[in-house]
């Protein structure tokens, strides 16, 4: 079983699973144990390192960021090491901090990993043809996101244009203002063409439509989500286990 393979419904529907779990508790037993797990999950798929390392930084990164928020002001129990204005670094923040980290880490790697090679086509066919959401809704959202990306091109030549007319030279402000609502324009008109063309092209016109390419799930996209399972039962399991559950609900 590889990665590169499996269904992207049901990776999502893993990174889910995981996610489900980990949000009911904020401790680092529960944190770490599915972290454990995530990483025996991602080398038995076929993860490759680099591409794991890469995208885990970025997320590394945020979690650095997050942690480093709930340690200065964070809740305030236990011992006090530092206090400066609102800032108070005590045993409650350091011990929230860690939790927080590794809970970021344990939420976020899933769905970063497990997407590392998946096409919005794919997760498109996935959608329409595993999970049966309707097809005007799945094809709306990938024809838009696929447009995404002309915004940038298009921002960059109305920026060429208004310099080319003198516009840009001052009120910064008022340019951006004014360029802003431009894009606008031009995205409102582009996605008003793509519904007229996909619309003649008979887009929506059957209540059953037809798909080019399959979206196969079968027993390796079930393991798959069987181990997101047992990944969220067992660090739950671990973390009542050893007294460290905090339920947030109870917060």
Known sequence: MTAR?????????????????????????SALTALAGEVL??????VKPRAALKRGAVVALAATLT???????????GTVYWHFLLVTISDGSIALAAATFLRVLAIALPSVILFIDVESTELADGLGQVLRLPARFVLGALAG??????????????????????????ARVRRLAG???????????????L???????????????????PSPFGAREFALIVAGFVIAGVAITVSVTMGAWNF???R
Do not use: C
């Not at 360029?179 to 063409?193: D, E, H, I, N, P």
């Open 195 to 213: 519904a007229t063309a996909m619309e003649a092209r008979g887009f929506g016109a059957y209540p059953r439509r037809t798909w080019a390419r």
């Open 179 to 193: 360029q802003t609502f431009a894009l606008l324009v031009f995205a409102v008109r582009r996605g008003s063409k």
């Open 248 to 250: 947030i609900g109870a």
């Open 145 to 170: 996101l696929r447009l995404v990306g002309l915004l940038g091109q298009d921002w960059q030549y109305l920026g060429y244009a208004r310099r080319a007319r003198g516009v840009a030279d001052h």
């Open 5 to 29: 393979t499996l269904n992207p419904v049901a990776r999502l529907l893993t990174a889910l699973i995981i996610a489900g779990a980990l949000v009911l508790s904020v401790d680092w037993v």
């Open 67 to 77: 942690a480093v928020t709930i340690l200065l002001y964070g809740q305030v129990s």
């Open 41 to 46: 999950l991602f080398a038995a798929i076929g």
